[in-house]
């Protein structure tokens, strides 16, 4: 049976170990089940950028600031949302039926996208 290098990692650190499975989904599936308690982590070399910036006057009311990076990441569970709603209104006959060829190939662009999603956060 192969064996499978793993790397789980955090956003400041990451662990590393092995697994033995018959193929790459095996391997993620073990990987998945494995115990964070039981590995050992480290962190990552380097200083890691400022991601966000919170500022509070006297009064309480705060202004953010967030990295591009992290209002993405932010952003992304409403947007797959949004996605996954538009794309169950869209019959997939209506669609070829009603929208020229470019939006078509947009919609199954954006059904990729969200079936890629569907497939990484497993």
Do not use: C
């Not at 400041?12 to 089940?33: L, Y």
């Not at 509070?56 to 797959?80: F, H, I, Q, V």
């Amino acid at each position: 049976m192969p064996i499978y290098n793993v790397q789980l990692s955090t956003d400041t650190e990451f662990a590393e170990t092995k697994v033995a499975a018959r193929s790459p989904n095996e391997a993620m599936a073990a990987a998945q089940a494995l115990d964070p308690d039981k590995l050992h982590f480290e962190r990552f070399s380097g200083q890691l950028p400022v991601n966000e910036i919170t500022v509070e006057d006297p009064n309480g009311k705060t202004l953010t600031w967030r990295s591009e990076e992290l209002a993405t990441r932010l952003a992304a569970e409403d947007l797959y949302i949004g996605a996954k709603d538009v794309l169950m209104m869209l019959n997939h006959e209506l669609v070829s039926y009603l929208f020229s060829k470019s939006t078509h190939r947009a919609i199954e662009s954006l059904a990729a996208a969200v079936e890629a999603a569907e497939w990484g956060a497993q």
